[in-house]
């Protein structure tokens, strides 16, 4: 089956995986769109009960049966070969097509499509630009891979050309998609147990860029040389930003006590105006330059660019602040690479502290073990390093890595860290040990927030 999102509405589509923070909005979309929808996962969620709502038939658990007179099955890269609505649908003749895929042909239907790349920083880029093109009243369709309070969750049906999504790299996904402008935030290496290498992923994104067609437009950051690299190869129009010699650029910068920036943003020579941001770190500032470089694109006045700013948030998980108890600041953030994980706690250190307790779940034996080093290097904001065990996600342990071997190497490099190998243990340690004024981060892209969670409920109910 070819699918066409615009000739193909008497299809019925169905969802292996519905629940989840990409797949729920692809079959939102289709709802809204007159599609017949079912889906699976596996469990009930604030999301499936909000599509049932919708009219999507879904099924809790994965079974044969769920395939009921349907044209096509969507799946995600996480969704095993030996699934069983999966085998059933080959069996069946049944066409399959996978997230990426599906997404690229939605995106076909809309004319400005807008596609967010990039290693880090990806969903809090998308929030911004959410924000803007809301305040500018673009009736965008957005998909963000986080939950927004401006859209009420993590995507919106918008009935306007503008369609607005992260363009994920994990196994050239973003390679199937239609972007009018991309946007790539920074390159780095990831995703190792499918990339050869650095300089497999940079080519990746150079393939990226050469999707987008020679009217549209290229925004990257050039303080990083590989997205200069891309930059400087691309054929369509470019629009570059940094701190120096961009396009656009910051100026004049000053922080709040809650680590939040403010700024002058000039085109060129030309001041456009006073920047003030709701969301704190110096990587902030960046993400909020690629959004404006995003708006100026589509002439966006400069009042909603502004407004669209200070009032967005970012995302949950994205330096979330999850409460304050006995004067203890308790933050959440998704932050599961070194370089992110840098970046959240130099944000961390720009708030006024006693100290720093970084409670981190390391994401995925494959990451934890090919960035092993640059995971040694990226805690020396942290006054304490509670290291809990590595969360498999899609992976098995091999028995080749573990947490207790990090804890070690930070233990080296004279780091204060402590291995704990639960929630519970991980809770008890950071009740003994805080005090009045420090901060306790949770840091991690699994379940690590359950401490943080635990910790405010408990001392709240004291």
């Given at each position: 089956?070819?699918?066409?999102?615009?000739?193909?509405?008497?299809?019925?589509?169905?969802?292996?995986?519905?629940?989840?923070?990409?797949?729920?909005?692809?079959?939102?979309?289709?709802?809204?769109?007159?599609?017949?929808?079912?889906?699976?996962?596996?469990?009930?969620?604030?999301?499936?009960?909000?599509?049932?709502?919708?009219?999507?038939?879904?099924?809790?658990?994965?079974?044969?049966?769920?395939?009921?007179?349907?044209?096509?099955?969507?799946?995600?890269?996480?969704?095993?070969?030996?699934?069983?609505?999966?085998?059933?649908?080959?069996?069946?003749?049944?066409?399959?097509?996978?997230?990426?895929?599906?997404?690229?042909?939605?995106?076909?239907?809309?004319?400005?499509?807008?596609?967010?790349?990039?290693?880090?920083?990806?969903?809090?880029?998308?929030?911004?630009?959410?924000?803007?093109?809301?305040?500018?009243?673009?009736?965008?369709?957005?998909?963000?891979?986080?939950?927004?309070?401006?859209?009420?969750?993590?995507?919106?049906?918008?009935?306007?050309?503008?369609?607005?999504?992260?363009?994920?790299?994990?196994?050239?996904?973003?390679?199937?998609?239609?972007?009018?402008?991309?946007?790539?935030?920074?390159?780095?290496?990831?995703?190792?147990?499918?990339?050869?290498?650095?300089?497999?992923?940079?080519?990746?994104?150079?393939?990226?860029?050469?999707?987008?067609?020679?009217?549209?437009?290229?925004?990257?950051?050039?303080?990083?040389?590989?997205?200069?690299?891309?930059?400087?190869?691309?054929?369509?129009?470019?629009?570059?930003?940094?701190?120096?010699?961009?396009?656009?650029?910051?100026?004049?910068?000053?922080?709040?006590?809650?680590?939040?920036?403010?700024?002058?943003?000039?085109?060129?020579?030309?001041?456009?105006?006073?920047?003030?941001?709701?969301?704190?770190?110096e990587h902030n500032i960046l993400n909020a330059l690629s959004s404006i470089c995003v708006s100026i694109i589509f002439d966006?006045?400069?009042?909603?660019?502004?407004?669209?700013?200070?009032?967005?948030?970012?995302?949950?998980?994205?330096?979330?602040?999850?409460?304050?108890?006995?004067?203890?600041?308790?933050?959440?953030?998704?932050?599961?690479?070194?370089?992110?994980?840098?970046?959240?706690?130099?944000?961390?250190?720009?708030?006024?502290?006693?100290?720093?307790?970084?409670?981190?779940?390391?994401?995925?034996?494959?990451?934890?073990?090919?960035?092993?080093?640059?995971?040694?290097?990226?805690?020396?904001?942290?006054?304490?390093?509670?290291?809990?065990?590595?969360?498999?996600?899609?992976?098995?342990?091999?028995?080749?890595?573990?947490?207790?071997?990090?804890?070690?190497?930070?233990?080296?490099?004279?780091?204060?860290?402590?291995?704990?190998?639960?929630?519970?243990?991980?809770?008890?340690?950071?009740?003994?040990?805080?005090?009045?004024?420090?901060?306790?981060?949770?840091?991690?892209?699994?379940?690590?927030?359950?401490?943080?969670?635990?910790?405010?409920?408990?001392?709240?109910?004291?």
């Amino acid at each position: 089956m070819s699918f066409d999102f615009i000739k193909d509405r008497d299809k019925k589509v169905h969802f292996i995986g519905i629940g989840g923070i990409s797949m729920s909005g692809l079959a939102a979309i289709l709802l809204n769109s007159g599609f017949k929808v079912s889906g699976s996962d596996f469990k009930e969620s604030k999301i499936t009960k909000k599509l049932e709502l919708s009219g999507a038939e879904v099924y809790i658990g994965h079974k044969k049966e769920n395939i009921k007179d349907v044209d096509l099955v969507v799946y995600t890269a996480a969704i095993p070969a030996n699934n069983p609505e999966i085998i059933y649908a080959k069996e069946q003749n049944i066409d399959l097509m996978d997230r990426a895929e599906f997404l690229g042909k939605i995106m076909k239907g809309h004319k400005y499509n807008i596609a967010v790349a990039g290693t880090h920083g990806k969903t809090t880029c998308t929030s911004m630009i959410s924000n803007i093109a809301l305040k500018a009243n673009l009736d965008p369709t957005i998909l963000v891979g986080g939950e927004l309070d401006a859209i009420g969750g993590n995507f919106r049906i918008g009935n306007s050309d503008f369609f607005l999504t992260e363009a994920c790299e994990y196994k050239r996904s973003f390679l199937k998609f239609f972007p009018y402008v991309g946007v790539i935030l920074n390159i780095d290496a990831d995703h190792l147990d499918y990339y050869k290498d650095i300089d497999d992923i940079a080519d990746t994104f150079l393939q990226f860029s050469k999707l987008i067609p020679t009217d549209g437009y290229l925004v990257g950051y050039n303080g990083d040389s590989r997205v200069k690299d891309v930059i400087s190869k691309a054929k369509c129009n470019t629009l570059s930003y940094g701190f120096k010699d961009a396009d656009v650029t910051a100026k004049n910068i000053t922080f709040n006590e809650k680590g939040c920036a403010s700024f002058e943003v000039y085109q060129k020579d030309v001041k456009l105006s006073d920047i003030t941001l709701n969301t704190p770190g110096e990587h902030n500032i960046l993400n909020a330059l690629s959004s404006i470089c995003v708006s100026i694109i589509f002439d966006v006045d400069i009042n909603s660019i502004v407004e669209g700013l200070l009032e967005c948030e970012g995302a949950h998980k994205r330096f979330e602040f999850k409460g304050k108890v006995d004067g203890i600041t308790i933050i959440d953030d998704y932050a599961h690479h070194p370089v992110e994980i840098k970046a959240t706690l130099n944000t961390a250190k720009k708030i006024p502290h006693n100290k720093i307790y970084c409670v981190f779940q390391p994401h995925t034996y494959t990451r934890t073990k090919t960035l092993f080093n640059e995971f040694t290097d990226a805690f020396f904001d942290a006054d304490e390093v509670i290291l809990m065990d590595i969360y498999a996600a899609r992976e098995k342990d091999t028995g080749l890595i573990s947490s207790d071997k990090l804890g070690d190497a930070l233990r080296s490099k004279n780091i204060k860290c402590i291995n704990v190998h639960s929630h519970d243990e991980a809770l008890a340690y950071v009740k003994l040990n805080l005090s009045k004024n420090d901060l306790l981060l949770t840091v991690g892209a699994g379940d690590v927030v359950i401490v943080g969670e635990k910790y405010l409920n408990e001392a709240s109910q004291k």
